[in-house]
T-cell receptor, first 115, second 114 residues
């Protein structure tokens, strides 16, 4: 079946603009995660959605970052007023996560460059 | 707090050599899971293995094997007879809590030269 898909694959934006990154998880996966990968910080957790529960937003670096998951499927990560330090690869992952931490399957990522 | 340490930043080997990637973790949980992921140059993280802390038997999958030592909080990964296609960054990870986000180590970049 289809894996996790993300769009766009690359995004170049000017400092101060807003951006939206999209993630389409594997069908049937109840859990969805966003991570960020940058040279200096490695792989960082951002936010986690599990079914209808309130999302775990503990990894969001500032209030400029937000995410939503509509209908328990597609998720959008929004970064407002982008800064140069937001430049990174944003990775989305999904998993079954029913009775324990199942393996997470990752999408190809969106490479964000803020100029 | 959960923590994963991969002390080896970069490893370079020649094809057909065996190589072991180290992973040391910290957790207060009595039951936990551990994961290894591979990130080839294409960039997409590929799941390799999930291991439950109850199961301390070594796992072997083809040329890959994993040695889980609860007493030393280590979950090391060995590639036997390495190949150029094994060149990638390898990450060890531990869930922050049951069913939650993954805490990743800093990764080990493996370069296998022909």
């Amino acid at each position: 079946g289809a894996g996790v898909s993300q769009s766009p694959s690359n995004k170049v934006t000017e400092k101060g603009k807003d951006v939206e990154l999209r993630c389409d998880p594997i069908s049937g996966h109840t859990a969805l995660y966003w991570y960020r990968q940058s040279l200096g910080q490695g792989l960082e957790f951002l936010i986690y959605f599990q079914g209808n529960s309130a999302p775990d937003k503990s990894g969001l670096p500032s209030d400029r970052f937000s995410a939503e998951r509509t209908g328990g499927s597609v998720s959008t990560l929004t970064i407002q007023r982008t800064q140069q330090e937001d430049s990174a690869v944003y990775l989305c992952a999904s998993s079954l996560d029913l009775l324990g931490p199942y393996e997470q399957y990752f999408g190809p990522g969106t490479r964000l460059t803020v100029t | 707090a959960q923590k994963v340490t991969q002390a080896q930043t970069e490893i370079s080997v020649v094809e057909k050599e065996d190589v072991t990637l180290d992973c040391v973790y910290e957790t207060r949980d009595t039951t936990y899971y551990l994961f290894w992921y591979k990130q080839p140059p294409s960039g997409e993280l590929v799941f390799l293995i999930r291991r439950n802390s109850f199961d301390e038997q070594n796992e072997i999958s083809g040329r890959y094997s994993w040695n889980f030592q609860k007493s030393t909080s280590s979950f090391n990964f060995t590639i036997t007879a390495s190949q150029v296609v094994d060149s990638a960054v390898y990450f060890c990870a531990l869930p922050a809590n049951q069913g939650g986000k993954l805490i990743f180590g800093q990764g080990t970049e493996l370069s296998v030269k022909p």
